[in-house]
């Protein structure tokens, strides 16, 4: 029986200068991670971006604690946007509040005059409302609903929400859990007992046994002479 392949999806995040790029803001910094199946391949895309002249706003450098000294020496997205699209391939892009994150890097991209990213945009925020309609679907209250330790999750980060996202999908969707299909694995299953010789003999079935009214005379009469035997009790009701 042949392995159907397995699915590859990157888990992907940004942080960046503030809430608006229609203002102006920029990204300055993206993780991504490659998800094959139900497990991490070990790949990882991690780069900081210098946004200049763009700085960062105070309310965002209170979330992620990254500042602009942080950030002068980073490369820019016309540096590192080869890499990066080679890394995500054409893989699903699993995104928490995607229209967010791609609106920065659309925007990136715009600025250089590329093309729209064109992957599939899968955004596990609207996926977890609607599994769990009125449960709080932030990243941290699916890390604390499906056991995924987030307690290096003291600011945000692009690689750490990256790595958090992709096993909080997988059990989201519950690929962690084994999906077999039963005709296949019946047929296998068959195919591998049959073929073991454990020499063993194996006996027919004899059927219901009736006492013979010899036998049963002589069970009342054993019976008989037990005071409150449990037979008598069942017999009286």
Not at 11 to 40: F, K, M
Not at 218 to 232: C, L, P, R
Request: aromatic share 8%.
């Amino acid at each position: 029986m042949s392995e159907a392949p397995q699915k590859r999806f990157i888990a992907l995040d940004t942080e960046t200068t503030g809430l608006s790029y229609q203002d102006g803001d920029r990204v300055i910094e993206i993780g991504a991670v490659e998800v094959i199946g139900n497990l991490e391949s070990g790949r990882r895309y991690h780069t900081y971006l210098n946004p200049y002249p763009r700085q960062v706003h105070p309310d965002a450098f209170a979330v992620h604690g990254i500042s602009d000294e942080m950030l002068k020496d980073a490369p820019r997205f016309r540096d590192i946007y080869h890499d990066f699209f080679e890394f995500i391939g054409d893989a699903p892009l699993v995104i928490h509040n995607a229209s967010f994150d791609m609106g920065f890097l659309n925007e990136e991209c715009a600025r250089l005059s590329l093309k729209p990213i064109q992957n599939e945009i899968i955004d596990s925020l609207r996926v977890a409302r609607e599994k769990e309609p009125g449960k709080k679907a932030s990243l941290d209250h699916l890390c604390l609903r499906y056991g995924v330790d987030n307690t290096d999750r003291t600011l945000h980060g692009a690689l750490i929400d990256a790595t958090l996202l992709a096993r909080v999908y997988v059990k989201l969707m519950g690929l962690d859990k084994l999906n077999l299909d039963v005709a296949e694995e019946a047929t296998e299953i068959e195919a591998i007992t049959s073929s073991v010789n454990h020499n063993r003999i194996f006996r027919p079935s004899r059927g219901a046994i009736q006492p013979t009214p010899s036998e049963l005379a002589a069970h009342q009469k054993f019976i008989s002479g037990i005071k409150d035997s449990v037979w008598g009790i069942f017999q009286q009701n």
